[in-house]
């Protein structure tokens, strides 16, 4: 998993950029695919799924794009590549292969996806700076210093 999580770091988007193309994507994953009218219901229905999962995935990631900040970077960049590939393998899988319009979504979609998510620069830990009263210096009191007797 070390090597990945090398490779996960090494990318040029930075994780802001990635974080705000997560919105878009969640909308493109939610609306087009009722827009478009794909043949295939089960078409329709996993991108519009795989869409709240995106939407959850950019409110969640503990990045300065997020909302709730609970998801690690690494993490979402992890579920970002297991969706992407899902994205493309799943026309041949559940059968909507001869949608066309399904089709060349998903493939384009997941590709597109795949790319960014492997050219973003995901960092392994979530970095946040927190003052706590143990880390924080305080003046000394009086009580801190020797009185003379």
Known sequence: MSGLNNLMGRGFISQ???GVLDYPLAAVLIVLPLVLGFDDAAATWIAVAF????AVLAVGTAWSTGIVRV??????GYADIAVT??????????GFWDDTT????YLIVGAGGLVATLATRFEPRIRTERRTMLSTE??????DSPTPA
């Open 71 to 76: 998801i690690p970077p690494l993490l979402h």
């Open 85 to 94: 590939v899902a994205l493309i393998v799943l026309p041949f899988i559940v």
């Open 138 to 143: 305080f003046p000394p009191t009086s009580t």
């Open 51 to 54: 869409g709240i999962g995106a």
């Open 102 to 105: 399904a089709l060349l979504f």
């Open 16 to 18: 802001v950029v990635h």
